[in-house]
């Protein structure tokens, strides 16, 4: 009783620092484009305290015990041989309880042993499905997590990690300096670019290409402090579809013939999830979409995802117990001139 109480209380503190603004805007846009799953997604997304963190461990810091030691307070392991083409090094430990594993502080000269994020957030990064030698660009890569997750995967020949804004370029380049070692640390390129002119500036450069856009972070918006603030963002979000669109077609411009490009965001809003990638498609006549249906199969114990979506796309929708996400993430490629690749199949 006494646990409940508490938990409880910790709820009711929470609630009181949602933005009502931002939540009565999301009640109106999410209610017509979810349904009833939105019900349900509202609950997670308003109670922090149900929030889930998962452990990505890192194949580059040695950890002996840590693995011992999750296994102690119930983690297990992610994925497990639900993806064909998982690596081996690459490993990740998720719970159902609630809570959140002690965060590593930066340390100059010393890797940290793991990063903590939301598992959701794995699932672009293992959908490009790097390959060692591959050149890779992360276009959008501040806070570093993905990039760090596509190391765990392959060593690739080139990696470009690039974030045009100056404060979230810095905090990239930490979390590059505190996971990934010197002779690694060799492949990569931190640059500041601004992402729309990449394309122009490295065309038909990449075999692999990461759009993680800047978007609407419901998670984050949901409790905005300042709600004049939240009146701003929930004003100038119309615009960012427009910026995402131009990501991608300079994403696009960078990706050879052959290669494969993923786009995702962390918000549901379908403004800036599907229509966006359905832009692209019947704007670029080069692109198509990948079936990634599969991936949902494989993971399906460990998501819940929206129905309904093309195959080439999945939104997961946190639940409790599976409080991943929102996270949506598509795939498509660049196909060689008189080759045709529908849905992954050659025709």
């Known amino acids: ?22 939540l009565d805007h ?17 609950d997670v997304l308003t109670s922090p305290w149900c929030w889930q963190h998962a452990v990505l461990l890192n194949r580059f810091s040695h950890s002996p015990g840590l693995e011992s030691s999750l296994a102690e307070q119930g983690y297990h392991a992610a994925f497990p041989a639900a993806l064909p083409y998982l690596p081996a090094a ?30 959701a957030s794995l699932l672009p990064v293992l959908a490009l499905e790097v390959k060692d030698g591959e050149d890779v660009l992360d276009l959008c890569a501040a806070p570093g997590g993905k990039s760090v997750a596509i190391l765990q995967c392959a060593c690739p020949g080139h990696f470009h990690c690039n974030e045009y804004d100056d404060l979230r370029s810095r905090w990239l380049e930490q979390t590059i300096e505190s996971f990934i070692p010197d002779p690694v640390i060799n492949l990569i390129t931190v640059s500041k670019l601004d992402g729309r002119q990449i394309g122009d500036l490295q065309p038909e450069f990449y075999d692999k290409v990461l759009v993680d856009a800047p978007c609407s972070n419901d998670r984050s918006w949901l409790f905005s402090a300042d709600p004049q603030q939240a009146v ?9 579809s427009s910026l995402q669109f131009q990501l991608l ?19 549901l809003s ?26 949902a199969r494989g993971v399906s114990q460990e ?10 796309e999945l939104l997961v929708l946190p639940e409790k117990g599976r409080a991943w996400g929102p996270m949506c993430f598509q795939v498509a490629e660049n196909f060689e001139k008189g080759v045709l690749r529908v849905l992954g199949t050659e025709l």
């Open 1 to 22: 009783y006494h646990r409940y109480q508490v938990e409880l209380e910790k709820k009711g503190k929470l609630q009181k620092q949602i933005c009502q603004v931002v």
């Open 26 to 42: 999301f009640e109106k846009q999410y209610t017509a484009e979810l349904g009833e799953a939105w019900s349900t997604v509202r």
């Open 90 to 119: 690459f490993r990740c430990y998720t719970r159902t309880a609630p809570g959140r594993f002690p965060a590593q502080k930066h340390q100059p000269g010393r890797l940290k042993e793991y990063y903590l994020l939301n598992a």
């Open 232 to 240: 701003l963002r929930l004003m100038q979000r119309k615009e960012l």
């Open 249 to 267: 077609r300079s994403a696009v411009k960078a990706l050879r013939p052959g290669g494969s490009l993923v786009y995702s965001t962390c918000t």
């Open 270 to 295: 379908k403004a800036e999830n599907s229509d966006v990638i359905s832009l692209i498609l019947s704007s670029c006549r080069n692109v198509m979409p990948v079936d990634i249906s599969g991936m």
């Open 303 to 312: 998501f819940s995802f929206l129905v309904g979506m093309q195959q080439h």
